[in-house]
């Protein structure tokens, strides 16, 4: 289990206490150099805390990946937007031997409670436009919360920086023929914190890597 960090002390003090460790065989924190006690209170709550090397959000997961042991790796945001209860759905379904599993806020009838209008249309319409290019049948392309086999994730070569990370990993997993599957789970609102992503550079980022995915 993967947790990417950065300033995210007013969450991690609900949500961490809510993930069992049972749940998993290893948790991984990557940080991005929290300066509010992020490190501090995970460390102290028996959690191993690795800083970050390089820059982006997509580098800190590969960061972490490398240093995983398990050959199932689950992203988790833990900024309060995502359910750790819906932790072991996603472990089950990959060992059912999906090879990428999204929780998805949208997938029968479950709802983000953090979608403001542009973020809801932003979703939906990259969404779709991604299963337009791709032939995919996505409900929720973007959203971080995701779990998926670590030797398959290896061979992809995931190159995303930033927020479009999640994008290019759906893209990619689909694109190789890989088994992948959907779950329902709510989006809760943010805890503290502001939100990292900025919306309309955000949706030109993701323009560009839809462009590169398919000319790939």
Known sequence: LILPTFNEIDALKVILPRIKKSW?????????????????FCRKHGVS??????????????????????????????????????????????????????????KDGAKS??????TKFGNGFFTKLTNLIFGSSYTDCLVGFRGYRKSLF???????????????????????????????????K???GGRKMRPFKTGIDICMMLLKERLR
């Open 24 to 40: 998993v065989d290893e948790i991984i924190v990557i940080d991005s150099n929290s300066t509010d006690g992020t490190i501090e």
């Open 190 to 192: 943010r805890i503290g």
């Open 49 to 106: 805390v690795y800083i970050q090397k390089t820059k982006g959000y997509g580098a800190a997961i590969r960061e972490a990946v490398e240093i995983a042991k398990g050959k199932l790796i689950i992203e988790f945001p833990p900024d309060g937007n995502s359910i750790p209860e819906k932790i072991p759905e996603v472990v089950k379904k990959l060992k059912e031997g999906y090879d990428l599993v999204i929780a998805s806020r949208y």
């Open 113 to 118: 409670y953090d979608d403001d209008t542009l």
């Open 154 to 188: 290896k061979k992809l070569g995931m190159t995303a920086e930033g927020l479009v990370w999640p994008l290019q990993i759906s893209i990619r997993f689909y694109k190789c023929g890989s088994k992948v599957t959907e779950i329902p789970a709510d989006e809760p």
